[in-house]
């Protein structure tokens, strides 16, 4: 579960960025990387939107902000949260 997190958050991280670089300079990275390959440039769209739902679905039990203490294990109760 730990990779899937990982590479969703890698995904969020890349389209949420790549949204900002279109509303700023009206520049899109996705499609100038694999503009060449445009099933592979949807595939890159399909995959950051699938991360965003799995991120919705496990967030509630990932995220030590929004569940506050309840979701923070005696053991780790002293760790800075992580994002
Ligand atoms: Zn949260």
Do not use: D, I
């Given at each position: 579960m730990k990779a899937v997190h990982a590479v969703s958050f890698a995904l969020v991280v890349v389209g949420a960025i790549n949204w900002g670089l279109v509303g700023l300079f009206n520049f899109n990275l996705v499609e100038l990387v694999f503009g060449a390959v445009p099933w592979l440039e949807r595939l890159i769209y399909v995959l950051v939107g699938a991360a965003g739902v799995v991120l919705i679905a496990t967030h509630k039990g990932d995220c030590t902000v929004c569940a506050?203490?309840?979701?923070?294990?005696p053991a780790e109760s002293t760790a800075e949260p992580t994002v």
């Open positions: 506050g203490e309840r979701a923070v294990k």
